[in-house]
């Protein structure tokens, strides 16, 4: 990852701090999040294994609709229904060094109200 500036270091040296003690198993994996200035990703990662068991993100046609916190809304249910039909129930979220604020906390509260526990 090239590191352009200040904030993106920052960013960096919280998401390495957040991941040293964050680990996805396959009975627990990881929700990881990332965002863009225009579009917003989530992943189900089993970390033991290197997989990505379910994703979602805004650039889908149905997910694409209003503002970004909506977006992201639909994209945290989206990754929900997935996950649940994939059989996890359970996940560890990894905000990926975002405050948790904003687009980042309307995923994971509709990922929550979607039916997963973390």
Known sequence: MAIKNRKQYR??????RI????????????LSVFRSNKEIYAQVIDDLNSKTLVSASSQSKELSEGTKIDQAAKV??????????????????????????????????AARKGGLKF
């Open 11 to 16: 960013r960096l040296r919280i998401k390495q």
């Open 19 to 30: 991941r040293k003690t964050l680990t996805g198993t396959p009975e627990c994996p990881r």
């Open 76 to 109: 945290g249910m989206d990754v929900a229904k997935k996950a649940l039909d994939a059989g996890i129930e359970t996940i560890v979220f990894d905000r990926g060094g975002y405050l948790y604020h904003g687009r980042v906390k309307a995923l994971a509260e």
